[in-house]
T-cell receptor, first 116, second 113 residues
Framework: DTEVTQTPKHLVMGMTNKKSLKCEQH?????MYWYKQKAKKPPELMFV???????INESVPSRFSPECPNSSLLNLHLHALQPEDSALYLC???????????????FGDGTRLSIL | GENVEQHPSTLSVQEGDSAVIKCTYS??????FPWYKQELGKRPQLIID?????GEKKDQRIAVTLNKTAKHFSLHITETQPEDSAVYFC????????????FGQGTTLQVKP
């Protein structure tokens, strides 16, 4: 069973809609990530949050807006998306590095997003 | 920029045979290399990882080797089973140590019964 929970599992929206993707983990991880994955391609990093602060934005268009309300939750707010934004959106989490030792990232099941 | 090359892109083996997937990374300061297995329609699942202070790591039928000098690392699966069929991604941690993983393009492994 995955310990990173994402909702919804599927989402269909029009280009003028506003929706949000949600991610939750209760492992005490302090780093959380959003990835985008197109079919037959590897995950592409979008955002990294560390201790609830945005630490990486991989030049993602502003129509994607991340939010980390607390250490267990990560949201991705969507507005005015384009058809090419249709993809699997994956959330991941990891413990913070300890003594410069990197900790593994664990993925949720993702939200499959379709833009009409 | 930093890059990870993964080969082969597809691999077909008979059940019971071994499978080897190879990756090469460009960032000599990378120090962490995970491997993920992704079955169709499912999440990437961490199956094994290796850090730069280790040359080899095993977990039952799975092993990973790392050659820091050549900037190569490989996944070895022995006694393959049909349930090993999936897409496998290698990755290297970006030297910024911010948690950014650079992924290879993936290998589709098919294990024929």
């Amino acid at each position: 069973d995955t310990e990173v929970t994402q909702t919804p599992k599927h989402l269909v929206m029009g280009m003028t809609n506003k929706k949000s993707l949600k991610c939750e983990q209760h492992m005490g991880h302090r780093a959380m990530y959003w990835y985008k994955q197109k079919a037959k391609k590897p995950p592409e990093l979008m955002f990294v949050y560390s201790y609830e602060k945005l630490s990486i934005n991989e030049s993602v268009p502003s129509r994607f807006s991340p939010e980390c309300p607390n250490s267990s939750l990560l949201n991705l707010h969507l507005h005015a998306l384009q058809p090419e934004d249709s993809a699997l959106y994956l959330c991941a989490s990891s413990q913070e590095n300890r003594d410069r030792v990197v900790q593994p990232q664990h993925f949720g099941d993702g939200t499959r997003l379709s833009i009409l | 920029g930093e890059n990870v090359e993964q080969h082969p892109s597809t691999l077909s083996v008979q059940e019971g045979d071994s499978a080897v997937i190879k990756c090469t990374y460009s960032d000599s300061a990378s120090n962490y290399f995970p491997w993920y297995k992704q079955e169709l329609g499912k999440r990437p699942q961490l199956i094994i990882d290796i850090r730069s202070n280790v040359g080899e790591k095993k977990d039952q039928r799975i092993a990973v080797t790392l050659n820091k000098t050549a900037k190569h690392f490989s996944l070895h699966i022995t006694e393959t089973q049909p349930e090993d069929s999936a897409v496998y991604f290698c990755a290297a941690l970006h030297s910024s140590n911010t948690g950014k993983l650079i992924f290879g393009q993936g290998t589709t492994l098919q294990v024929k019964p």
